[in-house]
Protein backbone atom coordinates (compact mmCIF):
# COMPACT_ATOMS: atom_id res chain seq x y z
CA UNK A 1 0.00 0.00 0.00
CA UNK A 2 1.45 3.28 -0.93
CA UNK A 3 1.84 6.12 1.80
CA UNK A 4 -0.87 8.33 -0.14
CA UNK A 5 -3.36 5.60 -0.09
CA UNK A 6 -3.49 4.71 4.32
CA UNK A 7 -4.97 7.25 5.63
CA UNK A 8 -7.37 6.70 2.55
CA UNK A 9 -8.11 3.46 3.72
CA UNK A 10 -8.01 4.28 7.64
CA UNK A 11 -10.84 6.43 7.27
CA UNK A 12 -12.58 3.88 5.12
CA UNK A 13 -12.51 1.27 7.62
CA UNK A 14 -13.13 3.78 10.48
CA UNK A 15 -16.59 4.34 8.28
CA UNK A 16 -17.22 0.92 8.11
CA UNK A 17 -16.91 0.50 11.91
CA UNK A 18 -18.95 3.96 12.43
CA UNK A 19 -21.77 1.68 10.51
CA UNK A 20 -21.53 -0.83 13.25
CA UNK A 21 -21.20 1.40 16.19
CA UNK A 22 -23.68 1.37 18.94
CA UNK A 23 -22.41 3.27 21.67
CA UNK A 24 -24.21 5.52 23.31
CA UNK A 25 -27.51 3.32 22.18
CA UNK A 26 -30.23 1.80 24.62
CA UNK A 27 -31.61 -1.59 23.10
CA UNK A 28 -34.35 -3.31 24.69
CA UNK A 29 -34.70 -6.44 24.31
CA UNK A 30 -38.27 -8.46 25.39
CA UNK A 31 -37.38 -12.54 26.84
CA UNK A 32 -34.27 -10.71 27.25
CA UNK A 33 -32.94 -13.67 29.71
CA UNK A 34 -34.03 -16.34 27.38
CA UNK A 35 -31.49 -18.23 25.46
CA UNK A 36 -31.52 -15.95 22.19
CA UNK A 37 -32.12 -12.74 24.21
CA UNK A 38 -29.17 -12.97 25.93
CA UNK A 39 -27.53 -13.26 22.32
CA UNK A 40 -28.81 -10.76 21.01
CA UNK A 41 -27.50 -8.81 24.60
CA UNK A 42 -23.97 -9.66 24.06
CA UNK A 43 -23.54 -8.39 20.35
CA UNK A 44 -25.23 -5.01 21.19
CA UNK A 45 -22.58 -4.69 24.27
CA UNK A 46 -19.56 -6.01 21.49
CA UNK A 47 -21.17 -2.94 19.66
CA UNK A 48 -21.12 -0.60 22.70
CA UNK A 49 -24.28 -0.19 23.30
CA UNK A 50 -26.47 -1.16 26.57
CA UNK A 51 -29.24 -3.56 26.69
CA UNK A 52 -31.89 -3.68 29.25
CA UNK A 53 -33.49 -7.34 29.44
CA UNK A 54 -37.33 -7.19 29.78
CA UNK A 55 -38.71 -10.51 31.29
CA UNK A 56 -40.59 -12.75 33.15
CA UNK A 57 -40.15 -13.04 37.09
CA UNK A 58 -39.16 -16.45 36.93
CA UNK A 59 -36.57 -15.72 34.02
CA UNK A 60 -34.39 -13.04 36.70
CA UNK A 61 -33.78 -10.55 33.95
CA UNK A 62 -31.77 -8.64 36.72
CA UNK A 63 -29.12 -11.22 37.49
CA UNK A 64 -29.11 -12.24 33.64
CA UNK A 65 -28.64 -8.53 33.61
CA UNK A 66 -25.46 -8.65 36.46
CA UNK A 67 -24.47 -11.79 34.39
CA UNK A 68 -23.93 -9.64 31.32
CA UNK A 69 -22.25 -7.00 32.30
CA UNK A 70 -19.69 -8.99 34.00
CA UNK A 71 -19.17 -10.87 30.80
CA UNK A 72 -18.69 -8.10 28.52
CA UNK A 73 -17.99 -5.60 30.82
CA UNK A 74 -20.81 -3.60 29.44
CA UNK A 75 -23.68 -1.45 31.13
CA UNK A 76 -26.80 -3.40 31.40
CA UNK A 77 -30.11 -3.64 32.80
CA UNK A 78 -32.60 -5.84 33.60
CA UNK A 79 -36.40 -5.37 34.43
CA UNK A 80 -38.96 -7.95 34.93
CA UNK A 81 -42.18 -7.35 33.36
CA UNK A 82 -44.93 -9.11 31.69
CA UNK A 83 -45.16 -7.88 28.17
CA UNK A 84 -48.64 -8.97 27.58
CA UNK A 85 -49.92 -6.06 30.05
CA UNK A 86 -49.80 -2.75 29.03
CA UNK A 87 -49.34 -0.99 33.02
CA UNK A 88 -46.33 -3.21 32.90
CA UNK A 89 -45.12 -2.15 29.60
CA UNK A 90 -45.63 1.55 30.25
CA UNK A 91 -44.22 1.25 33.71
CA UNK A 92 -40.90 -0.48 31.96
CA UNK A 93 -40.86 2.63 29.31
CA UNK A 94 -40.93 4.71 32.36
CA UNK A 95 -37.84 3.04 34.00
CA UNK A 96 -35.69 3.19 30.87
CA UNK A 97 -36.30 6.72 30.38
CA UNK A 98 -35.91 7.48 33.53
CA UNK A 99 -32.13 6.15 33.87
CA UNK A 100 -31.17 6.28 30.23
CA UNK A 101 -33.47 9.31 28.74
CA UNK A 102 -33.61 7.26 25.48
CA UNK A 103 -34.78 3.98 23.72
CA UNK A 104 -32.97 3.62 20.48
CA UNK A 105 -33.74 -0.02 19.56
CA UNK A 106 -36.43 -2.22 20.27
CA UNK A 107 -36.19 -6.17 19.72
CA UNK A 108 -39.29 -7.69 19.97
CA UNK A 109 -38.41 -11.21 20.64
CA UNK A 110 -40.47 -13.13 23.29
CA UNK A 111 -43.08 -15.32 22.24
CA UNK A 112 -44.11 -19.21 23.95
CA UNK A 113 -42.26 -21.73 22.09
CA UNK A 114 -42.89 -25.49 23.27
CA UNK A 115 -40.10 -27.69 22.83
CA UNK A 116 -42.68 -30.26 21.06
CA UNK A 117 -39.52 -32.61 20.42
CA UNK A 118 -38.56 -32.89 23.70
CA UNK A 119 -42.23 -33.46 24.67
CA UNK A 120 -43.60 -36.71 26.25
CA UNK A 121 -47.06 -35.30 26.68
CA UNK A 122 -48.41 -33.96 23.13
CA UNK A 123 -51.97 -34.62 23.30
CA UNK A 124 -52.59 -31.35 23.96
CA UNK A 125 -50.72 -29.44 20.79
CA UNK A 126 -52.99 -31.39 18.23
CA UNK A 127 -55.46 -29.14 16.48
CA UNK A 128 -58.51 -31.11 17.59
CA UNK A 129 -57.41 -30.69 21.34
CA UNK A 130 -55.88 -27.40 21.22
CA UNK A 131 -57.30 -25.34 23.61
CA UNK A 132 -58.53 -21.53 23.13
CA UNK A 133 -56.31 -20.90 26.74
CA UNK A 134 -53.17 -22.05 24.99
CA UNK A 135 -53.98 -19.97 22.07
CA UNK A 136 -55.02 -16.71 23.74
CA UNK A 137 -51.89 -16.62 25.79
CA UNK A 138 -49.72 -17.51 23.14
CA UNK A 139 -51.46 -14.79 21.22
CA UNK A 140 -51.25 -12.76 23.93
CA UNK A 141 -46.99 -12.70 24.58
CA UNK A 142 -46.08 -13.04 20.78
CA UNK A 143 -48.41 -11.03 19.05
CA UNK A 144 -50.33 -8.76 21.57
CA UNK A 145 -46.91 -8.05 23.53
CA UNK A 146 -44.98 -7.50 20.37
CA UNK A 147 -47.57 -4.95 19.41
CA UNK A 148 -47.74 -2.88 22.65
CA UNK A 149 -44.05 -2.99 22.69
CA UNK A 150 -43.56 -1.60 19.64
CA UNK A 151 -46.75 0.95 20.51
CA UNK A 152 -44.87 2.19 23.45
CA UNK A 153 -41.08 2.66 22.34
CA UNK A 154 -41.75 2.70 18.84
CA UNK A 155 -43.58 5.81 19.42
CA UNK A 156 -40.73 7.19 22.00
CA UNK A 157 -38.26 6.79 19.15
CA UNK A 158 -40.70 8.32 16.52
CA UNK A 159 -40.42 11.60 18.92
CA UNK A 160 -36.87 11.49 18.63
CA UNK A 161 -37.29 10.74 14.79
CA UNK A 162 -34.83 8.04 14.94
CA UNK A 163 -34.78 4.22 15.93
CA UNK A 164 -35.03 0.46 14.96
CA UNK A 165 -37.32 -2.25 15.84
CA UNK A 166 -36.23 -6.18 15.33
CA UNK A 167 -38.89 -8.45 15.37
CA UNK A 168 -37.59 -12.02 15.93
CA UNK A 169 -40.11 -14.39 13.45
CA UNK A 170 -38.80 -17.86 12.92
CA UNK A 171 -38.52 -20.37 9.54
CA UNK A 172 -41.91 -21.08 10.12
CA UNK A 173 -43.07 -17.68 9.54
CA UNK A 174 -42.33 -18.64 5.98
CA UNK A 175 -42.68 -22.54 5.94
CA UNK A 176 -45.08 -24.71 7.56
CA UNK A 177 -44.65 -26.97 10.13
CA UNK A 178 -43.17 -30.67 8.82
CA UNK A 179 -44.63 -32.26 11.67
CA UNK A 180 -43.03 -35.68 10.80
CA UNK A 181 -40.35 -34.33 12.56
CA UNK A 182 -42.22 -34.45 15.68
CA UNK A 183 -43.25 -38.04 15.82
CA UNK A 184 -42.91 -39.96 18.71
CA UNK A 185 -42.22 -44.18 18.11
CA UNK A 186 -44.84 -46.28 19.68
CA UNK A 187 -47.66 -43.58 20.04
CA UNK A 188 -51.03 -43.50 18.56
CA UNK A 189 -51.65 -40.86 15.82
CA UNK A 190 -54.27 -39.28 18.34
CA UNK A 191 -51.04 -38.56 20.72
CA UNK A 192 -48.49 -37.73 18.17
CA UNK A 193 -47.39 -34.29 19.75
CA UNK A 194 -47.35 -31.31 16.79
CA UNK A 195 -45.56 -27.79 16.90
CA UNK A 196 -49.00 -25.69 17.85
CA UNK A 197 -51.03 -23.54 15.40
CA UNK A 198 -50.53 -20.56 17.53
CA UNK A 199 -46.65 -21.11 16.81
CA UNK A 200 -46.86 -20.40 13.11
CA UNK A 201 -50.20 -18.29 13.82
CA UNK A 202 -47.80 -16.24 15.95
CA UNK A 203 -44.66 -15.99 13.67
CA UNK A 204 -46.55 -15.09 10.56
CA UNK A 205 -48.60 -12.36 12.08
CA UNK A 206 -44.96 -11.13 13.47
CA UNK A 207 -44.15 -10.31 9.79
CA UNK A 208 -47.28 -8.56 9.41
CA UNK A 209 -46.62 -6.24 12.24
CA UNK A 210 -43.21 -5.50 10.61
CA UNK A 211 -44.52 -4.49 7.20
CA UNK A 212 -47.58 -2.62 8.82
CA UNK A 213 -45.01 -0.60 11.12
CA UNK A 214 -42.45 0.03 8.80
CA UNK A 215 -44.33 1.65 6.40
CA UNK A 216 -46.46 3.84 9.23
CA UNK A 217 -42.78 4.89 10.51
CA UNK A 218 -41.40 5.06 7.65
CA UNK A 219 -41.29 8.98 7.36
CA UNK A 220 -40.90 9.02 11.02
CA UNK A 221 -37.39 7.58 10.93
CA UNK A 222 -38.09 4.36 12.87
CA UNK A 223 -37.06 1.05 10.91
CA UNK A 224 -39.02 -2.13 11.16
CA UNK A 225 -37.67 -5.21 10.08
CA UNK A 226 -37.78 -8.98 10.59
CA UNK A 227 -35.35 -12.26 10.54
CA UNK A 228 -36.45 -15.58 10.56
CA UNK A 229 -34.23 -18.24 12.19
CA UNK A 230 -34.29 -21.42 11.75
CA UNK A 231 -33.64 -23.90 14.77
CA UNK A 232 -30.75 -23.26 17.21
CA UNK A 233 -28.89 -26.81 18.06
CA UNK A 234 -29.54 -26.68 22.11
CA UNK A 235 -29.18 -30.27 23.26
CA UNK A 236 -32.08 -31.72 21.51
CA UNK A 237 -33.01 -35.30 20.98
CA UNK A 238 -30.66 -36.63 17.86
CA UNK A 239 -33.74 -38.54 16.13
CA UNK A 240 -34.98 -35.03 15.58
CA UNK A 241 -32.21 -33.62 15.02
CA UNK A 242 -31.48 -35.90 12.83
CA UNK A 243 -34.61 -35.79 10.59
CA UNK A 244 -34.88 -31.57 11.19
CA UNK A 245 -30.75 -31.93 9.32
CA UNK A 246 -32.29 -33.86 6.22
CA UNK A 247 -34.38 -30.74 5.81
CA UNK A 248 -31.49 -28.24 5.76
CA UNK A 249 -29.54 -27.89 2.40
CA UNK A 250 -26.46 -26.96 4.72
CA UNK A 251 -27.06 -30.33 6.78
CA UNK A 252 -26.78 -28.43 10.37
CA UNK A 253 -29.06 -27.11 12.82
CA UNK A 254 -27.81 -23.26 13.80
CA UNK A 255 -25.25 -22.46 16.47
CA UNK A 256 -27.05 -20.40 19.12
CA UNK A 257 -24.37 -17.15 18.25
CA UNK A 258 -25.37 -17.45 14.26
CA UNK A 259 -27.83 -14.75 14.23
CA UNK A 260 -25.57 -12.10 15.94
CA UNK A 261 -24.16 -10.54 12.54
CA UNK A 262 -27.29 -10.06 11.71
CA UNK A 263 -28.80 -8.42 14.89
CA UNK A 264 -26.05 -5.99 14.84
CA UNK A 265 -26.54 -5.20 11.38
CA UNK A 266 -30.49 -4.63 11.64
CA UNK A 267 -29.99 -3.03 14.68
CA UNK A 268 -27.04 -0.23 13.40
CA UNK A 269 -26.95 1.97 10.64
CA UNK A 270 -25.29 -0.70 8.68
CA UNK A 271 -28.91 -1.32 7.50
CA UNK A 272 -30.07 2.15 7.22
CA UNK A 273 -31.87 2.17 4.12
CA UNK A 274 -33.63 -1.48 4.66
CA UNK A 275 -37.43 -1.32 6.59
CA UNK A 276 -40.21 -3.53 6.73
CA UNK A 277 -37.80 -6.95 5.44
CA UNK A 278 -37.91 -9.76 6.09
CA UNK A 279 -33.85 -11.56 6.34
CA UNK A 280 -34.15 -15.84 6.66
CA UNK A 281 -31.31 -17.17 7.98
CA UNK A 282 -32.37 -20.52 7.77
CA UNK A 283 -29.10 -22.87 6.67
CA UNK A 284 -31.35 -22.51 2.88
CA UNK A 285 -34.58 -24.40 4.46
CA UNK A 286 -37.28 -22.63 3.35
CA UNK A 287 -35.47 -22.76 -0.26
CA UNK A 288 -36.54 -26.22 -0.33
N1 LIG B 1 -34.43 -21.22 19.61
C1 LIG B 1 -34.76 -21.43 18.34
O1 LIG B 1 -34.39 -22.46 17.74
C2 LIG B 1 -35.55 -20.39 17.60
C3 LIG B 1 -35.69 -20.53 16.20
C4 LIG B 1 -36.44 -19.58 15.52
C5 LIG B 1 -37.03 -18.53 16.20
N2 LIG B 1 -36.88 -18.46 17.55
C6 LIG B 1 -37.52 -17.34 18.24
O2 LIG B 1 -36.54 -16.60 18.93
C7 LIG B 1 -37.12 -16.03 20.09
C8 LIG B 1 -36.30 -16.42 21.32
O3 LIG B 1 -36.27 -17.84 21.40
P1 LIG B 1 -35.46 -18.62 22.53
O4 LIG B 1 -35.09 -19.93 21.95
O5 LIG B 1 -34.43 -17.74 23.12
O6 LIG B 1 -36.62 -18.89 23.59
P2 LIG B 1 -36.59 -18.83 25.16
O7 LIG B 1 -37.80 -19.57 25.61
O8 LIG B 1 -35.25 -19.24 25.69
O9 LIG B 1 -36.77 -17.27 25.45
C9 LIG B 1 -38.01 -16.64 25.40
C10 LIG B 1 -38.08 -15.72 26.60
O10 LIG B 1 -39.32 -14.99 26.54
C11 LIG B 1 -39.75 -14.82 27.87
N3 LIG B 1 -41.18 -14.49 27.93
C12 LIG B 1 -42.22 -15.32 27.68
N4 LIG B 1 -43.37 -14.68 27.90
C13 LIG B 1 -43.06 -13.42 28.29
C14 LIG B 1 -43.83 -12.31 28.67
N5 LIG B 1 -45.17 -12.35 28.70
N6 LIG B 1 -43.18 -11.16 29.02
C15 LIG B 1 -41.82 -11.11 29.01
N7 LIG B 1 -41.04 -12.14 28.66
C16 LIG B 1 -41.65 -13.29 28.29
C17 LIG B 1 -39.43 -16.15 28.54
O11 LIG B 1 -39.43 -16.05 29.96
C18 LIG B 1 -38.08 -16.48 27.94
O12 LIG B 1 -37.01 -16.03 28.75
C19 LIG B 1 -38.56 -16.52 20.14
O13 LIG B 1 -39.38 -15.55 19.54
C20 LIG B 1 -38.52 -17.76 19.29
O14 LIG B 1 -39.77 -18.07 18.74
C21 LIG B 1 -36.14 -19.34 18.26
Not at 11 to 23: H, K, V
Not at 95 to 102: C, D, F, G, M, Q
Not at 168 to 193: F, H, M, N, T, W
Not at 231 to 249: A, E, M, S
Request: net charge neutral; aromatic share 6%; hydrophobic share 40%.
Amino acid sequence: MSRASRPQSQAANEGLRSLFNLAGRVAVITGGAGLLGMKHAEVIAAAGGTSVLVDLPQACPEDRAVELSKKCHCDSFGIAANIANPGEVDAVSDAILRKYSRIDILINNAANNPKMEASSDGEWSRLENFSLEVWDADLRVGLTGAFLCSRTFGLEMAKRGKGVILNIASDLAVIAPDQRLYRKDGLPESEQPVKPITYSVVKSGILGLTRYLATYWANAGVRVNAISPGGVYNGQPQTFVTRLQQLIPMGRMANVDEYQGAILFLCSDASSYMTGANLIIDGGRTCW
